[in-house]
């Protein structure tokens, strides 16, 4: 009888593990058809949460993160050509919007904005052009 009892619980646990990773598989290429994963894994983000770590502004209007938002961008004649990003958030051309952004993070969290990752890497490409 235990025998029995054994397979029973190993055979659930199988079963559970196998939806477990079935589920993930999904969801991995629903992400792959509407594209999301691939910034994702080029950018190396989830975009889950509200703020955008890597270009310092909130998820909800990173257009640099979310190509549906450029058109509304440049629609309004907001657009860095030359850095391809939103002039508003082009903190390449306008450093003092870093701030303004920095104190929606403050005024949410209470401390101090991280600096924005992407930046860090774009200023090192610019000084070596």
Known sequence: MRIHHLIAVSSFALVCVS????????????????????KVAASGHTHEGWW????????????????KLVADFKSKGDWCQKHNRPDSQCFICHPEKEADFASLYEAKYGEK??????????????DKT
């Open 52 to 67: 955008c770590k890597e270009h310092g502004v909130p998820e909800e209007v990173c257009a640099q993160c979310d190509a």
């Open 113 to 126: 904005a991280p600096k924005p990752e992407a930046d860090d890497a774009e200023h090192e490409k610019q």
């Open 19 to 38: 939806t477990a990773a079935c589920s993930k598989s999904s969801d991995k290429t629903t992400a792959q058809a509407t594209g999301a994963e691939t």
